[in-house]
């Protein structure tokens, strides 16, 4: 069982920044994929941005040159650093991580976690 642990939310201005944290603990295989989706009111939870355990990563078409993921994975950590936010932006955060039992002769285990969601409010 893995444990994501989200930081980081609350309320900024229009034009403000702010950077999410998600620390996974507990028994970890290899995490191969972590990810930020997110969730507005009325509205279906939708991916923000993943980051692939070669480093690779997939943005949003509605966050792309204003949000950047990254990952430590020395400190099995995964952030998101907002910038220019805007009002439609508002949503609950949802850290998500794909961890990943390698077996040999044998088809891998994969084990999805979430976090319980850090609320991210844009208003003036």
Known sequence: Q????????GLVQPG???????????????IQTMAWYRQAPGN?????????????TMI??????????SRDDDLNT??????????????????NVIDTRFRPSAAPNEYDYWGQGTQVTVSS
Request: hydrophobic share 40%; with cysteine.
């Open 16 to 30: 403000g920044s702010l950077r999410l944290s998600c620390v996974a603990s507990g028994n970890i295989f290899n």
């Open 78 to 95: 995964v952030y998101l650093q907002m910038n220019d936010l805007k009002p439609e932006d508002t949503a609950v955060y949802y850290c």
């Open 44 to 56: 279906e939870r939708e991916m923000v941005a993943r980051i692939y355990s070669g480093g690779g």
């Open 2 to 9: 893995v444990h994501l642990l989200e930081s980081g939310g």
């Open 60 to 69: 949003a078409d509605a966050v792309k040159g204003r949000f950047i993921i």
